[in-house]
Nanobody, 121 residues
Framework: QVQLVESGGGLVQAGGSLRLSCAASGSIFRINAMGWYRQNPGKQRELVVIMPSSGTTHYADSVKGRFTISRDNAKNTVYLQMNSLKPEDTAVYYC???????????????WGQGTQVTVSS
């Protein structure tokens, strides 16, 4: 079993900053990618950023230059530093990891529980 546990989030004024964290644990053989998505009620979940273990990190255009993803491979943890936040960044943010577990040849998507980010104007 694999668990993703998120922390961070909260309420911030426009122009402020927040930092999200997500730690993966369990029977992990290999993490192929980690990233963040966000979702508002009635809307589809959208990609914020995805960081492959090898390859190019991809940011949504709406967050480029403001959000930065980083990863601590030793801790299986990914961070999202969000600066210059805007009201339109308000959403529930979900951590995502593409993981191959012990004894399995397959990669599966795993999700965190979600954390609310609210940016007031």
């Amino acid at each position: 079993q694999v668990q993703l546990v998120e922390s961070g989030g909260g309420l911030v004024q426009a122009g402020g900053s927040l930092r999200l964290s997500c730690a993966a644990s369990g029977s992990i053989f290999r993490i192929n990618a980690m990233g963040w998505y966000r979702q508002n009620p009635g809307k589809q979940r959208e990609l914020v950023v995805i960081m492959p273990s090898s390859g190019t990190t991809h940011y949504a255009d709406s967050v480029k230059g403001r959000f930065t993803i980083s990863r601590d491979n030793a801790k299986n943890t990914v961070y999202l530093q969000m600066n210059s936040l805007k009201p339109e960044d308000t959403a529930v943010y979900y951590c995502n990891a593409k993981i191959v577990t012990m004894g399995s040849p397959y990669e599966y998507d795993y999700w965190g529980q979600g954390t609310q980010v609210t940016v007031s104007s």
